[in-house]
């Protein structure tokens, strides 16, 4: 069983900052990849930041105010967000691929923090 747990999210005014954390938990033996997805209502969920190995990609209208991180030790995945806009309001959501202790390999999600950009 394998359990990612987001935290951070609130409401905030435009221009302020927040980071969101993700705890992954349970029988794990490697995270490969590891990203954060958001969705605004009426909208898909679209990838915001991805980071494997030494390697982060970011979709355009966050680079330059968002950094994505993870503390391997702690299975812990970060993303750092400044300047924030009304437009970034959505529920933010962490994904890893993992493989088991089992050996089995799929991706994971957490349960989704909301994030509101409001004056």
């Known amino acids: 069983q394998v359990q990612l747990v987001e935290s951070g999210g609130g409401l905030v005014q435009p221009g302020g900052s927040l980071r969101l954390s993700c705890v992954a938990s349970?029988?794990?033996?490697?995270?490969?990849?590891m990203a954060w997805y958001r969705q605004a209502p009426g909208k898909q969920r679209e990838l915001v930041a991805a980071?494997?190995?030494?390697?982060?990609n970011y979709t355009d209208s966050v680079k330059g105010r968002f950094t994505i991180s993870r503390e391997n030790a702690k299975n812990t995945l970060y993303l750092q967000m400044n300047s924030l806009k009304p437009e970034d309001t959505a529920v933010y959501y962490c994904?890893?691929?993992?493989?088991?202790?089992?050996?089995?390999?799929?991706?994971?999600w957490g349960l989704g923090t909301q994030v509101t950009v409001s004056s």
């Open positions: 980071i494997t190995s030494g390697s982060t």
């Open positions: 994904n890893a691929g993992i493989k088991t202790l089992n050996g089995g390999s799929r991706q994971y």
């Open positions: 349970g029988s794990i033996f490697s995270i490969y990849t």
